[in-house]
Structures are given as structure tokens and as C-alpha cells.
């Protein structure tokens, strides 16, 4: 069981020098397992999924967390869209009375964009799916549950074969989640945290939706956690700065067994934490970790 991250910012997309090492896309994810591969997320790292692996993918299925702009603003650009060959089915909870489909009819229609939804040639399909539950996916097993973000936001836990991943979704834990996402993740090989602030800026950012790598590490302590994988990356965090987030949630977490990494666009990660993805840019600071 794999995850690949195609997109781990938050808020915008960024580019330049100082973001190279961590990437500028927004949030997409990929869960590879069992022949099956689950998209999470259609931010513009969804573009680049399309881009390198378009050709491959023709049964899609899409989990969305949340409809903010940063999470579906690569969905018009996604490559298997435009190919009549392919499915593609989008699983979201509803939002404040709109669906995921009348979000992107309303993204995808003039004056803001000349494509509608009603003319991409891949077979689209919405599934709108209660606030909590339970879907299956070939060996693939997902369940979701709502967690605290401005407009509601889905976690979601992806089990296959004794393993298991948790995303996290955007989420406010110190807003009164943290004991439903500690219970949610329980036992993970991986836990995917939204931690775009560092504790000196939350308090100035309290109510915004999103957590810090303190609240993160202290989840994934307490929810047995294996790996803590930092993502939701504020787009003002250079790399430098975000290897200093990086640090902080390392000390915090020192002594524990708990692996931290954070995460950036093209990271493959095993759920089998002894294992190494080749290619991956920061195996060797996981490796430091582990020994």
C-alpha cells in the first residue's frame, strides 16, 4: 500500500527558488493499493497526476474533502477527463446545500472558464456521500467522517491488507475534533495531517480551519500512529521555513518511535514504514529518523 503525493500546498499554488525541495501544487493525493488507485482531492497537483500517469488511469475515483478553491481548481485541467475512454466517479459530501457537481458546473462555465462539465468526453459520475460512512474498492476498504474546517471537511482511512492510511483533510483540531481524528487514526502505518501554521502563528489564526505540527504529533502519539506525514504547507513557508516546521515537530516528537517527514510533491511512500521508495528526494532524512 502506497501513497504519492501530487500536490501538498495550501490556500495557492506557489513557484520560485525557495520552493523547489517541497513543491507548489495544491492538494492532490493518490492511494495506491490491491490494482486499485484512489485520487483524494482535486487541487492543481491533480494537473501533473494527469499529466504523467493520464494514460494509465481510466476507472477514476475521486474522494474530496472539502470544495475550497485550493481543492478544486485542477479539476478542469486533469487529463482524463478528455479522454472517452475513461470513468471517472467524484465522491464528496454535500456543502452548505450545493453538491460537487453544482460546484464545478459553476467553476467550469463562462465567464470564468469555456469548458463545461457537459461536454468532457470521459464518462462523469457524482456520488454524494453522507457525512459518514463506509465504501469498498476492489481489497480497498475507505471510511470517512467529518472533521472541524470553515464549511465541514471529510477525513478519510484507507485499509488494505493490515494496512492502513488516514488523511486528515483540512481540520482545526484545537476547535474540538481532536479526540474524534485521535480515534479515527488509530493504529495507522500513515497519518496525513493538515498542519499549515506553526504554533506562534495560530494564535493569530484561530478559526481559519487549520492545525499546527504540535496538534499533529500529538495525534499521532495518541492515536498510535507510525508515520506523521505534515502537508496542507502554508504558501508562505519557503522550503527553509518548512524544514524548520519540519524540526520543530521532530523534537516534539523525539524519543517517541514516531517517524515525521514532510511532505512534498512526488513523495512515494511505503505504509510499511521499514521501506524505502526509490526516488524518493527525503529517504534519506526517513532513514536518519528510523536509525
Known amino acids: 500500500m502506497q ?64 470544495m475550497h478553491w485550493d481543492h478544486v481548481q485542477g479539476f478542469p485541467f486533469f487529463g482524463p477527463l478528455f479522454n472517452p475512454e475513461a470513468s471517472v466517479t467524484v465522491h464528496a ?96 502505518d500513515i497519518l496525513i495531517m493538515d498542519s499549515q501554521y506553526f504554533p506562534s502563528e495560530y494564535v493569530n489564526r484561530q478559526g481559519f480551519g487549520h492545525s499546527t505540527p504540535i496538534d499533529a504529533v500529538n495525534v499521532a502519539l495518541q492515536a498510535g500512529v507510525k508515520r506523521l506525514v505534515l502537508t496542507h504547507h502554508d504558501p508562505s513557508h519557503d522550503d527553509d521555513k518548512l524544514m524548520e516546521k519540519l524540526e520543530l515537530a521532530r523534537e516534539y516528537a523525539a524519543d517517541s518511535g514516531l517517524l515525521v517527514d514532510n511532505a512534498y510533491d512526488g513523495m512515494l511512500l511505503s505504509a510499511k514504514v521499514s521501506e524505502v521508495v526509490p526516488g524518493n528526494h527525503d529517504e534519506e532524512a526517513s532513514l536518519k529518523v528510523s536509525a
Request: net charge negative; proline share 3%.
Open 3 to 66: 501513497v504519492m503525493f501530487w500536490g501538498t500546498r495550501g490556500s495557492i499554488p506557489v513557484s520560485g527558488s525557495q520552493f523547489v525541495r517541497h513543491g507548489g501544487s495544491t492538494t492532490c493525493l493518490e492511494i495506491r493499493a490491491g490494482g486499485e488507485r484512489i485520487v483524494i482531492d482535486c487541487g492543481t497537483g491533480l494537473a501533473q497526476l494527469g499529466k504523467e500517469c493520464g494514460g494509465e488511469l481510466k476507472d477514476i475515483d475521486i474522494y474530496q474533502t472539502h
Open 93 to 188: 459530501v454535500n456543502r452548505q446545500g450545493q453538491s460537487m457537481c453544482d460546484v464545478l458546473n459553476s467553476q467550469m462555465s463562462q465567464p470564468t472558464f469555456p469548458v463545461g462539465l457537459d461536454i468532457i468526453p470521459a464518462a462523469l459520475e457524482f456520488d454524494e456521500l453522507e457525512q459518514q460512512g463506509v465504501a469498498t474498492h476492489g481489497e480497498v476498504t475507505v471510511r470517512w467522517e467529518e472533521v472541524i474546517h470553515p464549511g465541514g471537511s471529510t477525513a478519510y482511512r484507507f485499509e488494505h491488507d493490515d494496512q492502513v492510511i488516514v488523511f486528515s483533510g483540512d481540520v482545526e483540531v484545537q476547535k474540538g475534533c481532536m479526540e474524534e481524528l485521535i480515534e479515527f487514526s488509530q493504529g495507522a
